[in-house]
C-alpha cells in the first residue's frame, strides 16, 4: 500500500483560507477536489492518502471529514481546533469519534510568536491530544525547531510528526543550522517527520540535485521507520508537479525495497494507524 502521508482539498468560496489571499497563493485559489487527484494517484500508484487541514476552523475540519466519508482512498484526516479556546476540548472530543480523525494540526507557521507552543493556555490541548491518542502535526519553520525540541522533549508520549521537514530555506542555501537542529530532534526525541514541501522551498526551476542534500538528510537522521512521504499537493503546484516530486523522493530514498516500502506507505500507516 503507497500513501501519500500530506495533501489538501478546499473550496476557497467558504472563506475561512486567509493565507490563500497573498498575492504567491493566487494560482491556488480554485476549487480543489478528488476527482482532481485522482489522475496524481493513478500516474503514481498511490493507494491511500492523509488529508490535512488547511483553515484554521473547525467547520473547515467537519469539511474535511466529509469529503473524506465519500471518498474510498483518503484514509484519515488531521483538523483543527482552536488551541486557545479550552472549550474547544467538547469539539475535540467529539471529533475523535470519527473512525478517520487522526489528529490536528494548529498553523504555528503563521502565529507571530515562534515560543507559542509553550504558552500555558494552549498546554491543556496537548495533553488532550495524548490522553485521546490522537496525532500532532508540527507546523512551522526553522526559527521553530528550537521551540519544538522543548515541547518534544516534555512530551514523549504525544504522536508527533513534523511537517514539510520544518521547511528549510532551500532557496538560499540554508543547510547546516536547519540540519543539526533536525539531527537533534531525531536523535533525542521519538518524533517523526515527512519527507513533504521541500519543492516549495526553493527556487523555480529546481532539479532533484537541489533538494537531494535536504531530503537525505532527514532519511538518514530519523530513519525509514520515522519518515513518510507526502506531496503537499495542490500547494506543490505552485513550484513543481506531482510526479516531478514523487519521481525526486524515489530517488532520494534509493532502491532498497525495505526502506522505500516504509517510507512510500509502511510508516504512515503505522502513524497514522491506516489499515
Given at each position: 500500500?503507497k500513501?501519500?502521508s500530506?495533501?489538501?482539498?478546499?473550496?476557497?468560496?467558504?472563506?475561512?483560507?486567509?493565507?490563500m489571499?497573498?498575492?504567491?497563493?493566487?494560482?491556488l485559489?480554485k476549487?480543489?477536489?478528488?476527482?482532481?487527484m485522482?489522475p496524481?494517484?493513478?500516474?503514481?500508484?498511490?493507494?491511500?492518502?492523509?488529508?490535512?487541514?488547511?483553515a484554521?476552523?473547525?467547520?473547515?475540519?467537519?469539511y474535511?471529514?466529509?469529503i473524506?466519508?465519500s471518498?474510498?482512498?483518503?484514509?484519515?484526516?488531521?483538523?483543527w481546533?482552536?488551541?486557545?479556546?479550552?472549550?474547544?476540548?467538547?469539539?475535540?472530543?467529539?471529533?475523535?469519534k470519527?473512525?478517520?480523525?487522526?489528529?490536528?494540526?494548529?498553523m504555528?507557521?503563521?502565529?507571530?510568536?515562534a515560543?507559542?507552543?509553550h504558552?500555558?493556555?494552549?498546554?491543556?490541548?496537548f495533553?488532550?491530544?495524548?490522553?485521546?491518542?490522537?496525532?500532532?502535526?508540527?507546523?512551522?519553520?526553522?526559527?521553530?525547531?528550537?521551540?519544538f525540541q522543548?515541547?518534544f522533549?516534555?512530551?514523549?508520549?504525544m504522536?508527533t510528526?513534523?511537517?514539510?521537514?520544518m521547511?528549510?530555506?532551500i532557496?538560499?542555501?540554508?543547510f547546516?543550522?536547519w540540519?543539526?537542529?533536525?539531527?537533534?530532534?531525531?536523535?533525542?526525541?521519538?518524533?517523526f517527520c515527512?519527507l513533504s514541501?521541500?519543492?516549495?522551498?526553493?527556487k523555480?526551476g529546481?532539479?532533484?540535485d537541489?533538494?537531494?542534500?535536504?531530503?537525505?538528510h532527514?532519511?538518514?537522521?530519523?530513519?525509514?521507520?520515522?519518515?513518510?512521504?507526502?506531496?503537499?499537493?495542490?500547494?506543490?503546484?505552485?513550484?513543481?508537479?506531482?510526479?516531478?516530486?514523487?519521481?525526486?523522493?524515489q530517488?532520494?530514498?534509493?532502491?532498497?525495497?525495505a526502506?522505500s516500502?516504509?517510507?512510500?506507505?509502511?510508516?504512515?500507516?503505522?502513524?497514522?494507524?491506516?489499515?
Amino acid at each position: 500500500m503507497k500513501i501519500d502521508s500530506h495533501q489538501h482539498f478546499w473550496n476557497p468560496a467558504r472563506g475561512d483560507y486567509g493565507w490563500m489571499m497573498s498575492e504567491g497563493a493566487k494560482p491556488l485559489r480554485k476549487l480543489i477536489m478528488p476527482k482532481d487527484m485522482v489522475p496524481h494517484l493513478k500516474a503514481c500508484g498511490i493507494d491511500r492518502t492523509v488529508l490535512v487541514q488547511a483553515a484554521p476552523t473547525v467547520v473547515e475540519t467537519e469539511y474535511m471529514l466529509g469529503i473524506a466519508d465519500s471518498t474510498d482512498f483518503i484514509a484519515k484526516v488531521v483538523g483543527w481546533v482552536d488551541f486557545e479556546n479550552r472549550d474547544d476540548l467538547k469539539q475535540l472530543e467529539r471529533l475523535a469519534k470519527h473512525p478517520k480523525l487522526a489528529g490536528v494540526r494548529p498553523m504555528i507557521q503563521d502565529l507571530p510568536d515562534a515560543e507559542w507552543m509553550h504558552r500555558k493556555d494552549v498546554q491543556w490541548a496537548f495533553d488532550a491530544l495524548i490522553d485521546l491518542d490522537l496525532t500532532f502535526d508540527a507546523l512551522g519553520y526553522p526559527i521553530h525547531l528550537d521551540p519544538f525540541q522543548r515541547l518534544f522533549d516534555k512530551r514523549p508520549k504525544m504522536r508527533t510528526v513534523i511537517d514539510h521537514c520544518m521547511k528549510p530555506v532551500i532557496r538560499e542555501a540554508r543547510f547546516d543550522d536547519w540540519a543539526k537542529r533536525m539531527a537533534q530532534i531525531a536523535r533525542t526525541t521519538p518524533v517523526f517527520c515527512k519527507l513533504s514541501g521541500l519543492a516549495t522551498e526553493a527556487k523555480p526551476g529546481w532539479q532533484q540535485d537541489t533538494l537531494k542534500p535536504y531530503a537525505r538528510h532527514v532519511v538518514e537522521s530519523f530513519g525509514a521507520d520515522r519518515v513518510m512521504w507526502g506531496s503537499d499537493w495542490p500547494v506543490l503546484d505552485l513550484n513543481g508537479t506531482y510526479k516531478s516530486w514523487h519521481d525526486a523522493a524515489q530517488a532520494y530514498v534509493g532502491s532498497d525495497k525495505a526502506v522505500s516500502d516504509a517510507i512510500f506507505g509502511g510508516t504512515a500507516a503505522k502513524f497514522y494507524r491506516i489499515k
